[in-house]
């Protein structure tokens, strides 16, 4: 079974910083995609990082520069270091992996809605 346990949300002030941590099990997941998302109340889930399946990075514009993403591959864990954090970047803040055809993808996929697993969500607030 395909389990994402997110961890590491939390509230801080603007210019704090956080580190999410997302524990992969029940398959593994090394070469594979894995992805951070966000979601704003009453919006689509939008990807802020990801680290394809050649260790390659992806990072939203709007968080280039303050955010890093990384793996540990023995630890089928995924990283967001999030850094000079804006109240903008107050939401919930999901792991994913997978696509709904196979979680076997090395390459990452930039909607949520091609997505095919997802953790149960880490709540991130940003006060100014």
């Known amino acids: 079974q395909v389990l994402l346990e997110e961890s590491g949300g939390g509230s801080v002030q603007s210019g704090g910083s956080l580190r999410l941590s997302c524990r992969a099990s029940?398959?593994?997941?090394?070469?594979?995609?894995m992805l951070w998302f966000r979601q704003y109340p009453e919006k689509e889930r939008e990807r802020v990082a990801a680290v394809d399946g050649d260790g390659s990075t992806i990072l939203a514009d709007s968080v280039r520069g303050r955010f890093a993403v990384s793996r540990d591959n023995a630890e089928n864990t995924l990283f967001l270091q999030m850094n000079t954090l804006k109240p903008e970047d107050t939401a919930m803040y999901y792991c994913a992996t997978g696509t709904r055809a196979t979680i076997a993808t090395r390459r990452c996929p930039r909607l949520a809605a091609d997505i095919g697993y997802w953790g149960q969500g880490t709540q991130v607030t940003v006060s100014s």
């Open positions: 029940g398959y593994n997941y090394t070469g594979y995609c």
